[in-house]
């Protein structure tokens, strides 16, 4: 796929979000990520996205943030983890052991390996999604938001995978979707004891490069104005319940 095709792709929902008086802020300076995570009213980052605990560098992390009349109103970041042959199922094992230290020594009593057997080489993970209390709302905004940062991270990564956990309401309400997810599994791995914040009930959603540049070429044709194809997934009106929809 041609990088002229990615960039209409990523034109298009910076077109979409600047009609919802919304311009866009990519950074990797994580003292900056610090500041705008408290502008925007989020509370906490979960271990694997938070700058006090990873050695980031802007080579394999960054932030989209919304900006609003110069403020900043939401965000989301993306890590990349190049695996090459390593199963994912080890590679949280060992890396969540990390985050979420567990007096018996095993933070999960099950990861569900078999059906993970595929996810190899580059993995983008995409989290800590957050939109400002009285900016939230807009399905729209979401999905350009999430189309972006998928786009962006294919250029920056060429990523073999991307991937996030959602729990199973938001699932249920078809937000997976809604964020460019194709792929969504349930039950895929059980805590020894869920930290606050993370449940059993959580799904791994996710978006193999094959499918993203499917995507990708089904915006590319939007922006020519030669599509048919609506950038909507769900059409009926946001519920309250969606307002709080992320992906950890």
Not at 184 to 194: C, D, F, L, S, Y
Request: glycine share 6%.
């Amino acid at each position: 796929m041609s990088t002229l095709e990615y960039l209409k792709a990523a034109s298009l929902q910076l077109s979409r979000l600047e009609e919802a008086g919304l311009t866009v802020h990519m950074t990797s300076d994580f003292e900056e990520v610090e500041l705008a995570i408290r502008d925007i009213g989020k509370s906490y980052l979960t271990p694997k996205m938070d700058p006090t605990n990873n050695d980031f560098t802007e080579e394999n992390s960054f932030w989209l943030f919304l900006m609003k009349d110069g403020e900043y109103v939401g965000g989301v970041a993306a890590r990349h983890d190049i695996l090459r042959t390593e199963p994912v199922s080890e590679f949280w094992r060992r890396a969540y052991r990390r985050y979420y230290p567990n007096i018996s020594g095993e933070t999960f009593a099950l990861i569900e390996s078999s059906v993970l057997a595929n996810m190899t080489g580059g993995l983008t993970y995409v989290g800590d999604l957050f939109i400002r209390e009285g900016n939230r709302g807009s399905r729209e905004v979401l999905n350009s938001l999430m189309l972006l940062m998928h786009i962006n991270c294919a250029l920056k990564w060429e990523s073999d995978w991307l991937y996030a956990f959602m729990w199973d309401r938001h699932v249920s309400l078809g937000m997976a979707a809604k964020y460019g997810f194709t792929r969504t599994i349930p039950g895929i791995r059980k805590w020894v004891a869920a930290p606050e914040g993370r449940r059993d009930d959580e799904w791994l959603v996710s978006l193999p490069r094959t499918e993203l540049e499917h995507l990708v070429k089904l915006q590319a044709q939007l922006a020519d104005g030669a599509g048919m194809v609506r950038n909507e997934v769900v059409s009926r009106p946001v519920s309250k319940r969606d307002k709080k929809a992320v992906v950890s």
